[in-house]
C-alpha cells in the first residue's frame, strides 16, 4: 500500500498536486500542495507566477471527494446500525442524558466522522429517533461533560479517556446484555 494519495487538477496552464497520508482522516484537507506549470503551458502564461486568483480556484472540496474513494477500504469492523442504534435509545429511554448516554453516542458520532458520512447529525438523529438539533445539543453536552474533544472548525473530535471507561467498561456489558435479551428488567443500573 502507498503511503500517500495524490490528487491533480489543472486550473489555466497550471497542475495543482495535493497529497493526502493514505491513512488520514477522511474529513482532512491535503497535507501538501504543490503548483507548478503544467507541461503543455505557454511558458509565457506562467511567467507572472501563482497568483491569489489560482488558489481560489483549486477545488479542494472534489479534491478531498478524490482523496476519499482513492482511499484503502475501511479495516474497522461495521458496527451493526439497528444494534447500535437500539443501544443508544435504551440508555436513553433508561436514564436520561447521562454520561453513558453521551459517551456512547459521542463514540457513534466519532465513527460516523471518521466514515466521512455526509450528514453525521441526521444519521445520529435517524439511530436515536432524535431531531438533529436535539443531537447537536446532546454532543455539545457530551464535550461540556469532559467525553469528546473539540476539533475547531470543523467536525470531529476524538473519545477521551473518561469516554473509553464507559463504552469499553462495564456499560459495555450492560448495553451487550440489553441487545442479546438478557438484561434484567431493562435498566442499565441493575
Known amino acids: 500500500m502507498s503511503e500517500h494519495i495524490e490528487v491533480i487538477q ?21 497535507t501538501r500542495v504543490l503548483i507548478t506549470p503544467h507541461p503543455d503551458a505557454d511558458p509565457a502564461a506562467t ?3 501563482v497568483a491569489s486568483t489560482v488558489l481560489r480556484q483549486v477545488d479542494f472540496k472534489k479534491a478531498g471527494d478524490q482523496f476519499r474513494s482513492a482511499r484503502p477500504t475501511d479495516t474497522e469492523p461495521d458496527v451493526n446500525q439497528d444494534a447500535e442504534g437500539e443501544g443508544l435509545r435504551w440508555l436513553l429511554d433508561s436514564e436520561g442524558i447521562s454520561d453513558a448516554y453521551l459517551a456512547f453516542l459521542a463514540e457513534s458520532y466519532v465513527r460516523a466522522v471518521a466514515q466521512a458520512l455526509p450528514n453525521v447529525t441526521a444519521h445520529l438523529a435517524g439511530l436515536t429517533n432524535k431531531r438533529p438539533e436535539t443531537i447537536r445539543g446532546h454532543l455539545k453536552e457530551a464535550r461540556k461533560r469532559g467525553l469528546l474533544t473539540t476539533v475547531p472548525g470543523k467536525a470531529g473530535g476524538q473519545l477521551t479517556e473518561k469516554a473509553r471507561e464507559i463504552t469499553w467498561g462495564e456499560y459495555l456489558d450492560k448495553v451487550t446484555d440489553h441487545l442479546m435479551g438478557n438484561d434484567q428488567k431493562g435498566n442499565p443500573h441493575t
Open 47 to 49: 511567467q507572472g507566477g
Open 10 to 30: 489543472d486550473v489555466g496552464p497550471w497542475r495543482i498536486l495535493m497529497r493526502w497520508a493514505a491513512d488520514a482522516d477522511p474529513a482532512s484537507g491535503p
